[in-house]
């Protein structure tokens, strides 16, 4: 048998020749080719996807004998399959049937209405529910970095620049927080893409000209340019490049993108890749995994949108005294009134994403569950605000006034959609009787004429005397009336024999055809008419995006503080003093994830200043734990910083700019530097990027090489950090001959 096409002949049937078109318009797609109730994919798609969804591979007839290659997969599982090629880094295009097969004469016009990639999904399926989906755009311009990040799924649209000699380090500690699925480069700067080591999507260099990118932006946000404050052209170039790049693949108007918000790195505190790594602050350096790390012991969100924010807020501690306190505040009086804030995570628990249902309302992809989860969103916002009406705290009184303004919209999901909806928006029962006048009439006639038939069967059996007679219905051959082969005699003669049966025969007449036409036209009217109002509903809270956001934000807001509170009352946290001071004291300090992994944990005492005791010179065998006390500072800071409660009975936080880590022996061979030179380069770093203000966390210092070289590495590094730095430290190490630094120069303590 001769082998399946995997390419396009030339000669096409008309609807491979739709399909040629759309593959056309996107070869670097997966196109799904909607027939019927299938998605099918043909040619080199098949081949690729045969592959990685483990489908069976068959073959179509193209014309004059010859065969191409196709696969496919049902409608109502596309998702899931989607999903898979997602993950497999592919692109997806759905070709869709624009018009009903039933009411067409010929060819049924099929359209690309959307191309979905990595960072275009907006899918609940297909989206982690506590991670962040960025899609990100980079441009380069003499060193200086534009950077611009949207989350699609949220709405959430943010860019900085990112200059100066640390620019390359600064981005590199972005995509480690951020975290982009996908990223956008310009064709003229691919240099960037073996650099950054993501999935990037190579765009025209077009895309990122400031003229074409401020026209973009200038339509999505208007005329007033008040947006544009704060942003430099790179990173405005690059945010239009994203958003070029989002309206192409989504093919329509995103009223949730409201908002450009600029951001500057020296609002937060500054952690590198390597810290963030090395302080496992969201996932654990060894497995990957949230079990372990300093978001996994502070979470005790409610809903998904608390859950990311919550991760923010530990890769983004605060620099303003101010900004720290109001959280601080918020979290105390939370701690302070169990009954409150029992309640409020209650009320939490019942809610929906909402940040990630607004963004599918207004992308078009929601259907009316969706909307029944909003409405149960917003149903609860009585009860949030009747909860806090007499808090104190002013973050509160903010989150409070952010949480209304939802009544005419809360009304309008009670009208008009239903409690239980189906699944599809094409089937009808969406919409709530007495919503709208004129489908009330078609349900009242349609519900008119099924009485008939039902009554139909018990007259039909007095009328013939067959006592075994029924009125059914299905797909193929509409109502019926069955009679078995036995009381075939006592058929009457306006029976018309539509279908025969092993055991009996099927009829109809003309008033049940008749009944069966009006009841079908009906139903068809109802189910169009159902699915117009529920896009004119989606369409109308979609306009609503922008107050629909800021709940959810206050909701968010809401969730991670109730967490924070919670935890800790569960783990006897305590509220830290920051201030502007240089010194850090912290009595009887606890490490935030050990305590809850080990029983009798030896909580620990710890005083850093400028004046008596800037580095801490910590010995002690092995597993007595040093690299413990260690991150355990760091992360009592981190926390004091973000708003947290911090695991300790007393805590005072003179601001840190910056936490540096050099921890662990580990090597780079790809890039062909042994443990001592990635050691030695890490070093070098903290020592020309820290400041008076910054925290430095130091361990072993010259283990990667001989103990007399290594020795006096470590001996130059502590007197560095003391002398010329004069910032605050921990200094773990074996070499014990350290220890006589605390005799010889002030400063310096030993423990």
Wanted: aromatic letters at 6%; one cysteine or more.
């Amino acid at each position: 048998m001769e082998q399946p096409l995997t390419t396009l002949p030339r000669q096409l049937t008309p609807m491979m020749q739709q399909y040629a078109q759309a593959k056309a318009e996107h070869p670097d797609a997966v196109v799904l080719f909607r027939l019927g109730d299938f998605y099918e994919m043909f040619a080199e798609d098949a081949a690729t996807c045969s592959r990685l969804l483990e489908l069976v591979l068959t073959s179509r007839e193209v014309g004059k004998g010859r065969r191409i290659a196709m696969c496919g997969v049902p409608v109502h599982a596309v998702e899931t399959y989607i999903a898979r090629l997602i993950n497999a880094g592919c692109k997806v295009a759905i070709c869709e049937q624009m018009e009903d097969a039933r009411f067409t004469k010929g060819l049924v016009r099929r359209e690309i209405i959307r191309v979905i990639t990595p960072g275009t999904v907006v899918e609940e399926g297909m989206l982690a529910e506590g991670d962040s989906n960025f899609l990100m755009a980079i441009c380069e311009a003499d060193g200086t970095y534009g950077l611009a990040a949207l989350e699609v799924s949220t709405g959430e649209f943010l860019a900085t620049t990112l200059d100066g000699a640390e620019a390359s380090e600064a981005l590199q500690a972005e995509l480690t927080r951020l975290r982009p699925v996908e990223c956008l480069i310009a064709s003229s700067q691919q240099a960037l893409t073996e650099t950054l080591h993501l999935n990037c999507t190579v765009c025209e260099p077009q895309a990122f000209e400031l003229e074409a990118a401020q026209q973009h932006l200038e339509q999505q946000f208007g005329t007033d340019t008040a947006w544009q404050d704060g942003h430099t052209p790179l990173a405005l170039r690059a945010a239009g490049a994203i958003l070029q790049y989002v309206q192409a693949m989504h093919k329509t108007a995103l009223q949730h993108l409201t908002y450009l918000r600029p951001y500057r790195l020296s609002q937060f505190m500054v952690l590198d890749a390597v810290t963030r790594r090395n302080l496992e602050l969201v996932r654990t350096m060894r497995h990957s995994e949230r079990q372990g790390s300093l978001l996994n012991a502070l979470d005790e969100t409610m809903t998904s949108m608390g859950k990311r924010l919550l991760q923010r807020w530990i890769e983004q501690p605060l620099l303003q005294r101010e900004a720290i306190e109001a959280r601080l505040e918020a979290v105390e009086e939370l701690v302070g009134d169990a009954a409150c804030r029992a309640q409020l995570q209650q009320i939490l628990r019942q809610m929906y994403d909402a940040e990630r249902l607004v963004g599918r309302i207004a992308c078009g992809t929601a259907n009316a569950h969706a909307l029944v989860g909003l409405r149960q969103t917003l149903a609860a916002l009585p009860n949030v605000r009747d909860l806090l009406a007499d808090c104190r705290a002013p973050l509160l009184q903010t989150l409070l006034a952010d949480c209304s303004g939802e009544s005419d919209i809360a009304a309008l999901l009670e009208q008009a959609i239903v409690d239980e909806p189906p699944i599809t928006i094409r089937d009808g029962g969406l919409i709530r009787t007495g919503y709208d006048a004129n489908l009330d009439d078609l349900i009242r006639k349609t519900d008119r004429d099924k009485q008939w038939v039902a009554r139909l069967q018990a007259r039909e059996r007095q009328r013939t005397g067959i006592k075994s007679l029924k009125v059914g219905f299905n797909q193929v051959f509409g109502y019926y009336i069955e009679v078995s082969k036995a009381n075939i005699h006592l058929v009457p003669d306006d029976y018309q024999r539509k279908q025969t049966l092993t055991n009996g025969e099927r009829y109809i007449t003309d008033k049940l055809k008749e009944r069966e036409t009006a009841i079908l036209s009906a139903s068809e009217q109802r189910v169009e008419l159902e699915y117009t109002l529920f896009v004119d509903i989606r369409e109308r809270l979609a306009r609503e995006a922008a107050l629909l956001q800021r709940i959810a934000s206050a909701l968010a807001q809401l969730d991670t503080l109730a967490a924070l509170a919670e935890v800790a009352v569960l783990y006897n946290y305590v509220r830290p003093e920051v201030d502007e001071d240089a010194t850090i004291h912290i009595r009887q300090g606890r490490h935030p994830v050990v305590e809850r992994m080990v029983d009798g944990f030896v909580p620990n005492d710890l005083t850093l200043d400028r004046e008596n005791r800037r580095l801490t010179i910590l010995t002690g065998p092995n597993m007595a734990g040093k690299s413990t006390y260690l991150r355990q500072l760091a992360h009592i800071v981190l926390m004091a910083q973000m708003g947290s409660f911090v695991p300790a009975e007393q805590a005072n936080i003179g601001l840190v700019d910056r936490i540096f880590t050099r921890v662990g022996a580990v090597d780079d061979i790809a890039a062909g530097r042994s443990t001592f030179l990635v050691e030695m380069s890490e070093t070098a770093h903290i020592l020309h990027h820290a400041t008076s203000r910054s925290l430095l966390i130091l361990d072993e210092i010259g283990k990667g090489t001989s103990t007399f070289e290594g020795l006096s590495i470590a001996w130059a590094v502590a007197l560095y950090i003391v002398r010329r730095l004069g910032t605050r430290g921990l200094f773990a190490t074996h070499y014990h001959e350290l220890t006589a630094l605390e005799t010889l120069y002030p400063g310096i303590g030993n423990f």
